[in-house]
């Protein structure tokens, strides 16, 4: 079934165990790893094309689409929270982090939650400067060239995840893990666009991400056992 949940690896407490394994000290102690949160690909939406035909063909079609396109946009708003949620608390446990979106003023709130997040946490500017300098936006994508860790977290259509992958995957590290934070669509359907299978994964958080300290790793046949490893590390 479609949305039937993959087999789970294991599941982890972000910024508990996990830290610790990957030599990240609690309140923000740098930690040397580099991670990329993806939020929106700077690319139309999959079907853009068919949609706009479709709205030609009569008022019911247009109602209908336009009840799509309003999800979509639900859907947008959605994971652009949970992606800038997820980026700040990595920036927070020590990771430096990019937040990559199309366009700067989608990127604003997350880092504005961010401060709050870290203002909260840490306490006195002296810890909070350094996780906030850790946290930068990232609209031309740049960040996952250095990244240990691309983290997907775009909204659910398999296609535009895909097509997101093989653009990623060209610029990204041999070593690096490529994870996607899809809670429906199956990682076996969506490890058919990545290059190297072994690499990549389900890391998928709970939202809210600072409030509920749980990811679950999801894995698939062909995810390689020391990265399903590093995964829980982190």
């Known amino acids: ?14 910024g508990d165990e996990g830290a610790a394994d990957m030599g990240i000290a609690d309140g923000g102690e740098p930690a040397g790893g580099r991670a990329v949160v993806i939020v929106d690909p700077a690319t139309d939406d999959a079907g853009g094309e068919q949609i706009g035909h479709a709205r030609q063909d009569g008022g019911a079609a247009h ?10 946009r639900q859907q947008r708003i959605d994971h652009r929270v949970m992606g800038g949620d997820i980026a700040a608390w990595a920036a927070l446990r020590g990771f430096n982090v990019t937040l990559q979106d199309r366009e700067q003023k989608y990127i604003d709130p997350a880092l504005t939650r961010a401060r709050e997040l870290f203002e909260k946490r840490l306490k006195s500017e002296d810890r909070i400067k350094p996780a906030l300098a850790r946290l930068n936006s990232d609209v031309e994508g740049k960040g996952v060239a250095a990244a240990d860790l691309v983290i997907e977290a775009i909204y659910e259509n398999a296609e535009a995840k895909e097509a997101l992958y093989r653009k990623a995957e060209a610029d990204m590290k041999a070593e690096a893990l490529l994870a996607t934070n899809t809670s429906s669509i199956p990682l076996d359907e969506l490890r058919v666009a990545v290059a190297r299978p072994a690499r990549f994964l ?8 600072a409030l509920m300290p749980l990811v679950e790793i999801v894995r698939h046949d062909q995810l390689d056992a020391a990265n399903e490893k590093r995964a829980l590390a982190f």
Not at 1 to 14: D, E, K, T, Y
Not at 63 to 72: E, I, K, M
């Open 1 to 14: 079934q479609r949305f039937q949940r993959p087999v789970l690896a294991g599941l982890a407490m972000h």
């Open 63 to 72: 109602a209908r689409l336009a009840r799509l396109d309003g999800h979509r």
């Open 202 to 209: 389900g890391l998928h958080y709970f939202n809210p991400v």
